[in-house]
Structure formats: structure tokens, C-alpha cells
């Protein structure tokens, strides 16, 4: 540990902690739990909590703009913000880019709901035990999480019918 290879050691040493308490965390994200609160900064650099949201369904978006099939869901995902825009909002949260990078691939991509951005100081996609992306979570107008979609699935947006019809 405090050789040669002592950052090396302590780099793996830091990927072990935060697999295990995304590990630990799935336990408090899974079907049927609360979602934990936050608060990040939207585009205009304000305070946006999650809590703020309740009375709608809500798709938390785990997406980031280097992420291929996080692009290639935008189109579908437009078109159930607008079919379903009185019952449900969606909360995109940005994951591992720049703030930069983050506000350019909305604009480029014309992204029409919400978003926060959170910075890699954060610690919210081991809170909610993100392992993929796109991660979509879809918490009911109480707070309480009913589904989580990891990857770009066609099965998110029959799910969200069946919900929302």
C-alpha cells in the first residue's frame, strides 16, 4: 500500500467501496421503495429538488452525452413526454460530463423536460445503484419508485403506457 503501485492500490481500493455501497443501496432503490431525495442544479444554475415534483409520475433519466443509446432514445422519449406531459414529468440527470458538454447536448438534441446537472463530486448514481445508462426510474406522484430500466428497452415504453393509459 504505500509502495510503488500505492496509487494503483488505492484507485482499485476506491472502485471496491463504491461497488459496495452500490451494492448496499440497491437494497433502499429497489420496486415499492422511496426514492431518496436530492437536490442538484438545473440549467439555470438553480436548486431543483426532487421532492419539488411530487403529484406527477417522474422518469428519472441517468443519461449522459457520450452515451450512444442515451442519444438514440431521445426521439421515443419526446414523444412520451408529449403524450403524456399532464401526467408525467421527466428529471434528465446528467452523468460524467462536463457542464459544458451537458448543456450543448440539449440544446443540439432539443430536449424538452427537466434536467439537473450532477457533478462527479456526487454521489447520486451510487445512491441509486446505477450501473448502466441509460437508467430510466419511474417514481409514482407519491415518491415511491415502481420500475427501474436499465438500457434503451421498448419495454419501458409499454410500461409506461399500461401506467399512464
Not at 500500500?1 to 484507485?11: I, L, Y
Not at 433519466?61 to 442519444?71: H, Q, V
Not at 426521439?75 to 440527470?93: C, D, N, Q, T, V
Not at 450532477?118 to 454521489?123: A, D, G, L, Q, Y
Request: hydrophobic share 40%; charged share 30%; with cysteine.
Amino acid at each position: 500500500k504505500n509502495g510503488v503501485f500505492s496509487d494503483f492500490v488505492a484507485a482499485v481500493q476506491k472502485r471496491i467501496d463504491i461497488e459496495k455501497a452500490r451494492k448496499e443501496a440497491q437494497k433502499g432503490v429497489a420496486d415499492g421503495m422511496m426514492a431518496p431525495d436530492f437536490t442538484l442544479k438545473d440549467l439555470e444554475g438553480n436548486d431543483l429538488a426532487l421532492s419539488s415534483l411530487r403529484g406527477k409520475y417522474v422518469v428519472l433519466d441517468f443519461w449522459g452525452s457520450w452515451c450512444g443509446w442515451c442519444i438514440k432514445g431521445i426521439p421515443e422519449m419526446k414523444k412520451y413526454y408529449e403524450k403524456y406531459s399532464a401526467k408525467l414529468e421527466i428529471l434528465g440527470i446528467d452523468c460524467n460530463d462536463t457542464e459544458k458538454a451537458w448543456k450543448d447536448a440539449i440544446a443540439k438534441h432539443q430536449i424538452p423536460w427537466k434536467h439537473v446537472y450532477n457533478p462527479r463530486s456526487s454521489n447520486l448514481t451510487t445512491t441509486y445503484a446505477i450501473e448502466g445508462f441509460p437508467t430510466k426510474i419511474i417514481v409514482d406522484p407519491q415518491g415511491i419508485i415502481v420500475k427501474t430500466v436499465v438500457g434503451e428497452d421498448p419495454a419501458f415504453y409499454a410500461f409506461l403506457d399500461e401506467l399512464l393509459k
